[in-house]
């Protein structure tokens, strides 16, 4: 029987997906049930995932994108000492919940003309919300996250969030997401939803996360480390898939090297979302 979407079965379902990224396994350089870092734990992701759930709920009606984010955020890390767990997910999962709630039958669609009229104000609080989170990357943004004055000027030059994902879409694939239509999102989702027909849940998303490993170096160890890196881990990926390096090799050395692919992990959880609004059943 196909379900009514209510407000507190897509929030579900987005807490679900963030459930069920995690606990994938295994899951090349981030953390999983059998994987932790030593400042960031399986239950971490857990205790945020769940704990986010209200804010989940509130998106379908009128809150703003980057408030939205913004709260996500504080009561994310209200629950678990962690520190960011999910901040990119919250950047795909909003649109896509608002999507669900405004058209489902046309999700990709809504969800791209949902990003394309956010606003200033969207921005500021996205700004807001990513110095909250504390998310470290080498390198720096044209506009820093920890200066207030950066406020005044996306203000000042009137950037949304829509704008400030453009700026952004060459160097962060999860920014990408936004302005290519969410693409990858819609990909997992596919690939996620074929192959749990016919195999286990967690065979499907550890498949598939190895498939955008593959197909695209992670833009989040570019950030962290160098692009250069994130093409070594890509190759690696390859490896596995044409059968070179086993899964769980790749695994321990990513571990091993501290590399953990963030930004894929993101749009895998993205993709569960679409696939469980879809109708697949753990």
């Not at 690696?236 to 692919?261: C, F, G, H, W």
Request: proline share 2%; with cysteine.
């Amino acid at each position: 029987m196909e379900r009514l979407l209510t407000p507190s079965y897509i929030a579900r379902c987005a807490v679900l997906a963030m459930a069920l990224e995690v606990s994938g396994t295994p899951k090349p350089g981030n953390i999983d049930r059998d994987h932790d870092y030593a400042d960031t734990k399986y239950e971490d992701f857990i205790a945020a995932a769940i704990g986010v759930y209200p804010v989940m709920e509130r998106a379908v009606r009128s809150d703003g994108i980057g408030q939205l984010i913004l709260d996500a955020c504080e009561e994310s890390t209200s629950w678990q000492q962690g520190g960011n767990t999910h901040f990119g997910a919250y950047i795909l999962l909003f649109p896509l919940i608002k999507a669900a709630t405004s058209n489902f039958h046309d999700l990709q669609n809504t969800a791209i003309n949902i990003v394309r009229e956010t606003t200033v104000e969207d921005a500021v609080q996205f700004y807001r919300a990513f110095g909250k989170v504390q998310v470290k990357m080498k390198g720096s943004e044209e506009l820093d996250v920890a200066d207030e004055k950066s406020l005044d000027e996306i203000r000042q030059r009137e950037l949304t969030l829509f704008g400030i994902m453009d700026m952004s879409s060459k160097k962060d694939m999860v920014a990408r997401e936004w302005t290519n239509g969410f693409s990858r999102s819609f990909k997992a989702a596919e690939l996620i939803y074929e192959r749990r027909l016919t195999g286990t849940l967690n065979d499907a998303i550890v498949l598939t996360y190895l498939d955008l490993l593959a197909d695209e170096p992670d833009t989040f160890i570019a950030k962290k480390y160098d692009l250069e890196k994130a093409v070594y881990v890509q190759g690696l990926a390859i490896d596995v898939q044409e059968r070179r390096m086993t899964l769980t090799e790749l695994s321990n050395r990513l571990y091993r090297e501290k590399i953990n692919p963030g930004s894929t992990a993101d749009i895998i959880i993205a993709g569960i979302f679409i696939a469980l609004l879809r109708g697949m059943k753990v």
